[in-house]
């Protein structure tokens, strides 16, 4: 219905170069709404992202800058293994020292933003690097590098999530914890293990972040945050855990970048667009919820 009104409204919305820059432009996006969507499964909720995304591309541009001989390759490494250390340390934090997981995020989110301020002295790298531009303008064929990348991460997500035992104590753990505990599901690892793919998934989308503003920003786009969490909710994985896939995010993170793509397009404030958002996802939450009944 959304990409039927904005194709009858506006006459560039279905077109070719349009669409592809809507898949291109949503693929930030997807990456972190597939790492929360683990999180949500658990029935827990990861607020840092945004700003372990921040972090991992200012890790990425350090070493690019202070450390060029090391190639960009290894600084991608470092700025996704930068995501997963930080998930590690939330997934910990909350599975060992029983901290909610909402109070530990939170934390994480100032903490990460703070050290990504503290390294660039709130400077953004710039990154002239070709390599890694083109990660960002390249296609294979017809389709941009970072469509492929986000399809790759939703396939192997969704295979983790319904053709893995691991997948399987995911959900069972959201569904119910004690009697997942009781089956001899473990569930501290389950936990901090979702926090790790949630951190590593930031760190992935930090560089494509990174390729596609060819800067390492100092502050974090808490909007991605959002976004990635009403996202999750759009493609009916319940905050409750348990229930949902991976496949309904990435589409939910698509449809979201269609919304802020078809207002554009037809000349709407950008002022507005957190205001359609936020409409979309409680509509479609409350429809979900008259559905199931």
């Known amino acids: 219905m959304l990409c039927l009104f904005f194709g009858i409204t506006t006459s560039q919305f279905l077109s070719a170069g349009n669409v592809e ?31 372990v995304l921040t972090l991992g591309a200012v890790l990425l541009g350090e070493v690019v800058i202070h450390a ?11 700025g996704i293994g930068g995501g ?31 050290l990504a301020l503290v390294l660039t002295s709130g400077t953004p790298t710039q990154i002239t690097n070709t390599l890694l531009l083109g990660l960002w303008t390249g296609s294979v064929g017809p389709i941009g590098y970072p469509v492929v990348v986000a399809g790759v991460i939703v396939v192997a997500g969704h295979w983790t999530l319904f053709h893995t035992r691991f997948g399987t104590h995911v959900l069972a753990t959201g569904g119910n914890r004690e009697v997942a505990r009781a089956m001899g599901v473990r569930i501290d690892r389950v936990r901090t293990t979702v926090y790790v793919i949630s951190g590593m998934l930031a760190g992935v989308a930090a560089v494509l972040y990174t390729s596609q503003i060819g800067a390492a920003e100092s502050a974090p786009d808490t909007t991605l945050l959002l976004d990635a969490i009403a996202a999750t909710v759009l493609g009916g994985v319940s905050l409750f ?10 589409v939910g993170a698509v449809l979201l970048t269609a919304l802020a793509n078809g207002l554009t397009l037809m000349g709407v404030s950008q002022f507005y667009e957190p205001l359609f958002v936020g409409l979309v996802v409680v509509a479609s939450a409350a429809l979900m919820r008259y559905q199931r009944g």
């Open 21 to 51: 820059d809507v898949l291109v432009e949503s693929a930030v996006l997807v990456i972190l709404a597939v790492g929360q969507s683990f999180v949500i499964l658990t029935a827990g909720i990861d607020l840092s992202q945004a700003a």
């Open 68 to 78: 060029s001989g090391l190639g960009i390759g290894t600084a991608c490494v470092v």
């Open 84 to 114: 997963a250390a930080a998930g590690f340390l939330n997934g910990v934090t909350i599975s060992k020292i029983r901290i909610t997981d909402f109070i530990v995020t939170l934390g994480a989110l100032g903490v990460a933003s703070g």
């Open 241 to 250: 855990g348990g229930r949902g896939n991976i496949i309904g995010p990435a």
